[in-house]
């Protein structure tokens, strides 16, 4: 079955610590998304990413990084610049191209600091 | 300022009973409108996906339907189900920047009682 696939499913994080979500697709789509989401708020955007090798800031980047050298590919990385990284963290893909298809999620990661 | 504003913030309902939630959005111009179902600790899987000229859209038990003369999307639940206990996203998708800017509603929480 293609799908979107989040690992781990709950990740801990010391201080000081950076740490890295994974994300990987088999939709074949081009567009990949990394959204946070927090208790009772709608969810943010990270980072997005159109192509491979190319990715753009979204509305919450700063603290954390990405980076897509693959298609199927987009990991995501807390740095320990984010103060505030407990959150659900969600990934996303569409095809670029399809601007009236909706995109597809994973089932997220629940990222909490010790 | 949410760009999408979502009603009842949560409600209970018997099962078997209807019910009616409310999205009211700012974002103009649009070009579609989104429903999707979040499942406590999983990724939003999507319900409905609504074009600017649609006025409505089914699947299965739920039906959406948009205004957009007054910029209101509504989704109903039929003969709810036990199943149905989830949030409930309205999401809409900016002309301009499409999927990289989307607008996300907090939800509707919903939960089906026996």
């Known amino acids: 079955d293609g799908g979107i696939t989040q690992s781990p499913k709950y990740l801990f994080r010391k201080e000081g610590q950076n740490v890295t979500l994974s994300c990987e697709q088999n939709?074949?789509?081009?567009?990949m998304y990394w959204y946070r989401q927090d208790p009772g708020q709608g969810l943010r955007l990270i980072y997005y990413s159109q192509i491979v090798n190319d990715f753009q800031k979204g509305d919450i980047a700063e603290g954390y990084s990405v980076s897509r050298e693959k298609k199927e590919s987009f990991p995501l990385t807390v740095t320990s610049a984010q103060k505030n990284p407990t959150a659900f963290y969600l990934c996303?893909?569409?095809?670029?191209?399809?601007?009236?298809?909706?995109?597809?999620f994973g089932d997220g990661t629940r990222l909490s600091i010790l | 300022k949410n760009q999408v504003e979502q009603s009842p913030q949560s409600l209970i309902i018997l099962e078997g009973k209807n019910c009616t939630l409310q999205c009211n959005y700012t974002v103009s111009p649009f070009s579609n409108l989104r429903w999707y179902k979040q499942d406590t600790g999983r990724g939003p899987v999507s319900l409905t996906i609504m074009t600017f000229s649609e006025n409505t859209k089914s699947n299965g038990r739920y039906t959406a339907t948009l205004d957009a003369d007054t910029k209101q999307s509504s989704l109903h639940i039929t003969a709810s189900q036990l199943s149905d206990s989830a949030s409930y996203i309205c999401?809409?998708?900016?002309?301009?920047?499409?999927?990289?800017?989307?607008?996300f509603g907090k939800g509707n929480q919903v939960v089906v009682i026996p």
């Open positions: 939709l074949n789509h081009d567009a």
């Open positions: 996303a893909s569409s095809n670029s191209w399809q601007l009236n298809q909706p995109q597809h």
């Open positions: 999401v809409v998708s900016p002309v301009t920047y499409g999927n990289n800017r989307l607008a």
